[in-house]
């Protein structure tokens, strides 16, 4: 009876070590997946990166047409309204003189063989858009007094402020983007330089020309940006893939050695776009796989989980 109780004792020690055994093996499992990081990849590309610069840029009209009385007396008539696009010849105010309107105004019959009635039309000399009104109906003007403002609407340009440290950036003739306040990029030229420096600022003014008519309002702010420099064939990584310390002075990737492992390498930058920097060292292949999201706080050497590879 006592050997079996022996025997039975072994059996019960030997199940519940083994059971302890795989208990462990699970813990250890179970710490090692909970020690790795979820992570996205991207991969090195050799393409062309451009640095560029985004200076600030105020739209206006060019050529503008002043609207004049051409006799001293009373708006009979006005047709047009501010915004109003008008074109050559459209008629925009009748004039009466005071002479015709204090005649009409007594009742005085007039001489029928007279053939001017004291009524004058002011026409539109130029098409565009009409961008001010002075006078309203009714109003009394003085000959050459004016009324308005016509503004060609193919004369809008933007006039881009540049410091003067960087003025051998642009070039006159030179393309360039016009960048909205929506985000509309547009293609445009710069025609020239004005020939005059702000004493305050310190910028000089450039005039830069859409390349297409725009149907914009005057006085808008939109950005200009010029290429500073560009490279042909450079090293590129997505720019959230590169680390940095506090103050940005080092630089830094993850980089996978293995499906499960990756380590920290130190880099130098050179161009860098909105989205995109130039990796100059060490040298990188297209087969290289560097963490794009899940990097930041990672060990030199860390654990990862991949989840999937940004395009």
């Known amino acids: 009876?006592?050997?079996?109780?022996?025997?039975?004792?072994?059996?019960?020690?030997?199940?519940?070590?083994?059971?302890?055994?795989?208990?462990?093996?699970?813990?250890?499992?179970?710490?090692?997946?909970?020690?790795?990081?979820?992570?996205?990849?991207?991969?090195?590309?050799?393409?062309?990166?451009?640095?560029?610069?985004?200076?600030?840029?105020?739209?206006?009209?060019?050529?503008?047409?002043?609207?004049?009385?051409?006799?001293?007396?009373?708006?009979?008539?006005?047709?047009?309204?501010?915004?109003?696009?008008?074109?050559?010849?459209?008629?925009?105010?009748?004039?009466?003189?005071?002479?015709?309107?204090?005649?009409?105004?007594?009742?005085?019959?007039?001489?029928?063989?007279?053939?001017?009635?004291?009524?004058?039309?002011?026409?539109?000399?130029?098409?565009?858009?009409?961008?001010?009104?002075?006078?309203?109906?009714?109003?009394?003007?003085l000959d050459g007094d004016q009324l308005g403002i016509i503004s060609e609407r193919s004369s809008l340009v933007f006039?881009?402020?540049?410091?003067?440290?960087?003025?051998?950036?642009?070039?006159?003739?030179?393309?360039?983007?016009?960048?909205?306040?929506?985000?509309?990029?547009?293609?445009?030229?710069?025609?020239?330089?004005?020939?005059?420096?702000d004493a305050v600022s310190q910028t000089q003014s450039f005039v830069v020309k859409p390349s297409k008519e725009l149907k914009l309002p005057e006085n808008l702010i939109a950005k200009i940006r010029i290429i500073k420099s560009t490279k042909e064939k450079a090293v590129v990584l997505p720019k959230g893939a590169l680390l940095a310390d506090e103050t940005q002075t080092d630089f830094w990737v993850m980089k996978l050695i293995n499906d499960s492992t990756a380590v920290k390498i130190t880099v130098k930058k050179g161009i860098e776009t909105t989205d995109k920097v130039e990796i100059t060292e060490p040298i990188f292949s297209e087969g290289d796989r560097i963490i794009f999201k899940g990097n930041y706080g990672l060990a030199d050497t860390a654990k990862i989980t991949i989840q999937n590879t940004e395009e």
């Open 1 to 141: 009876m006592k050997k079996v109780k022996n025997q039975l004792l072994i059996v019960l020690l030997t199940f519940l070590g083994f059971t302890a055994c795989k208990q462990k093996e699970l813990i250890d499992e179970s710490s090692s997946d909970e020690a790795k990081t979820p992570v996205t990849l991207t991969s090195i590309k050799i393409e062309q990166i451009a640095e560029s610069v985004e200076l600030a840029a105020v739209s206006g009209f060019q050529k503008k047409v002043l609207i004049k009385a051409n006799v001293t007396g009373y708006i009979e008539n006005e047709n047009v309204n501010i915004g109003d696009e008008v074109s050559i010849d459209q008629l925009l105010f009748t004039i009466k003189t005071k002479e015709a309107s204090a005649i009409g105004n007594a009742n005085i019959t007039q001489d029928t063989s007279l053939h001017f009635s004291g009524v004058l039309n002011i026409k539109a000399q130029k098409s565009g858009i009409i961008t001010t009104l002075d006078h309203l109906k009714g109003d009394y003007v």
């Open 159 to 197: 006039k881009m402020e540049v410091p003067f440290e960087l003025r051998s950036y642009v070039k006159e003739d030179h393309e360039c983007d016009i960048i909205l306040p929506d985000n509309q990029i547009i293609k445009g030229k710069i025609l020239r330089a004005l020939p005059s420096v």
